[in-house]
């Protein structure tokens, strides 16, 4: 028969305190070294995985739109994890995940559109703009900071991909040990139903993500729609079999310039923060006008863009259809429309273009019939670069001038001038000089990027109005340095600036003029109403801009006698 040994009674203690037992009563091991460590790295995971699924399905698609909100698209994902058995909850979870990071990279896009298109991000058709928009990007900041903003992008896409559906498993894993919880958590979602608010106009739930979706399915609809709609809308044109003596008589042997100034929109005439500056320009160079003997008449155009796309603006113009987007805009250069440059072509007038923002061929141009066009290539500008519009209005103009004007023994010109002194990112321009001694124009100085990416919103406002005031110096300086009683100047914006400068909701509309020293040339406009001068005040008529081509060639024409 065995002895009972005893045991100390410090043993006995450490013991029940190893086995996780105090007296009779037991209880959880409390956690030491690695295994405190590994409850707060997981508890830690948990809630980040919880709070990128909730932005993700939370974060709106439009600046200035509420961010915390119960997404009520919770609502179906958490019974969709309660109700599919084990192995379809995984893969149903990791599915969902890929298709929240897609629809996450949806609404950035939407948000960066919306910022400065006043829209959202067609998938049908605005793929097309990137390329471009690199090049906006590298000639604003440099190309190596393209790069890296270029690089961060792509970073951030593959980091959403891979980590948002990690955190969706992880969650669903959660909501299943926690049956209980996360059914009471579905039913504190239903005061979606209700439409509970915490502040007036906000409901308490959102559908941040099911809205953007919707939305854009319906785009892509219209997209595939559209084709046919505006194939339609281009068969009908009355102009375009009439013969060319027939077309522009009442401009016979004047130069027509039809000269578009970037991001000059109703604001910048109508807003307090731009129009005392802008508007004392354009009242100014009346006054200067009317003394050198030109009259001028102003109203609005409704354009087909806004924040950009310049080349919609310019086709919807020209050729008498809305051209509103880039499908729209393929269609019209892979056809035979018939447009105002090359009506004046037919007429017998020479067409040129001066596009000092293309770099490279254009083949869409096709469309505009033009004899010539004049590029960053072979315009002979050897002087310093100016962010986006690498080379100043006045040398533009003054090319024109100097390539075309000046030709011997010439026909009338028809000429489409773009001026790009006026484009986002609004820094830096240059001086107004001499045009006699502009020649390649090393005369101007500044240039670079100037603190691009350092301005406050005020200061890129205050920038874009000193612009859009040298753009408009510009064009008032040409003409009472170089018009005559053969000049007649069609001078608009292209479309209105960005939401950082109109704010949001802001009208398409764009000022539209015509100045000649020949008053029988504006007697043919007389039935249009529009206003006297360089300003159109709120009251000026307003026409879509679409209308435009019609109207000119029929008050010129031999109908309008």
Request: aromatic content about 8%; glycine content about 10%.
């Amino acid at each position: 028969m065995m002895t009972a040994m005893k045991v100390p009674m410090q043993t006995l203690r450490r013991i029940r305190w190893r086995r996780g037992t105090t007296g009779s009563a037991a209880g959880p091991a409390p956690l030491r070294g690695s295994g405190r460590a590994k409850a707060v790295a997981a508890g830690t995971a948990t809630t980040l995985a919880a709070l990128l699924v909730l932005a993700a399905l939370a974060a709106p698609n439009q600046p200035g739109r509420p961010f915390v909100r119960i997404p009520l698209e919770a609502l179906p994902g958490v019974a969709a994890v309660l109700l599919l058995p084990g192995r379809a909850r995984r893969i149903g979870a990791a599915v969902a995940g890929v298709a929240l990071a897609l629809l996450t990279v949806l609404k950035v896009l939407d948000m960066g559109f919306f910022a400065t298109f006043a829209r959202p991000f067609d998938p049908m058709l605005d793929w097309r703009l990137f390329g471009p928009a690199v090049e906006v990007l590298s000639d604003s900041i440099g190309r190596p900071g393209a790069i890296g903003a270029v690089a961060g992008v792509v970073v951030l896409v593959l980091g959403l991909l891979v980590l948002v559906p990690l955190a969706v498993l992880r969650l669903t894993g959660i909501v299943v040990r926690h049956r209980a919880t996360s059914i009471r958590t579905v039913a504190w979602l239903g005061c979606a139903v209700f439409g509970v608010q915490v502040v007036t106009g906000v409901p308490v739930a959102a559908t941040n993500t099911a809205g953007p979706v919707y939305d854009h399915v319906r785009l892509v609809k219209e997209d595939l729609g559209d084709r046919g709609t505006f194939a339609a809308e281009a068969s009908v044109d009355a102009f375009h079999g009439s013969p060319g003596p027939q077309l522009l008589t009442a401009l016979r042997g004047k130069d027509v310039v039809v000269t578009f100034v970037e991001s000059y929109g109703r604001d910048a005439v109508q807003n307090p923060e731009y129009a005392p500056q802008v508007t004392a320009v354009l009242d100014a160079g009346t006054r200067q006008l009317d003394e050198a003997g030109f009259g001028a008449r102003s109203a609005f155009l409704t354009s087909a863009a806004t924040g950009g796309g310049s080349h919609l603006a310019h086709s919807t113009l020209q050729s008498g259809l809305w051209v509103d987007n880039q499908q729209r805009y393929l269609q019209l250069t892979s056809g035979t429309r018939f447009t105002l440059s090359a009506a004046f072509k037919r007429a017998g007038w020479r067409t040129v273009c001066f596009a000092p923002a293309n770099t490279r061929n254009w083949p869409e141009g096709r469309i505009y019939g033009y004899d010539k066009i004049y590029d960053s290539r072979n315009m002979g500008y050897r002087g310093p670069t100016y962010a986006m519009s690498s080379i100043p209005d006045q040398y533009t103009i003054s090319a024109f001038q100097r390539l075309e004007r000046t030709a011997p023994n010439r026909p009338p010109l028809f000429a489409e001038i773009d001026l790009l002194s006026s484009h986002a990112p609004w820094t830096p321009i240059p001086r107004l000089v001499d045009y006699r001694g502009i020649d390649d124009g090393s005369t101007f100085g500044g240039g670079g990027q100037n603190g691009v990416l350092e301005r406050t919103g005020a200061q890129v406002r205050a920038d874009y109005r000193q612009t859009i005031e040298y753009s408009l110096s510009v064009v008032i300086s040409y003409l009472r340095t170089y018009g005559d009683d053969n000049l007649v100047m069609v001078f608009l914006g292209d479309h209105q600036p960005a939401p950082v400068i109109t704010g949001e909701n802001a009208s398409r509309d764009v000022p539209v003029t015509i100045v000649a020293r020949d008053p029988a040339v504006l007697e043919r406009i007389s039935g249009w109403g529009w206003q006297d001068g360089l300003r159109p005040d709120p009251q000026a008529p307003v026409w879509k801009m679409d209308a435009f081509r019609d109207r000119f060639l029929t008050a010129f024409g031999p109908s309008n006698r």
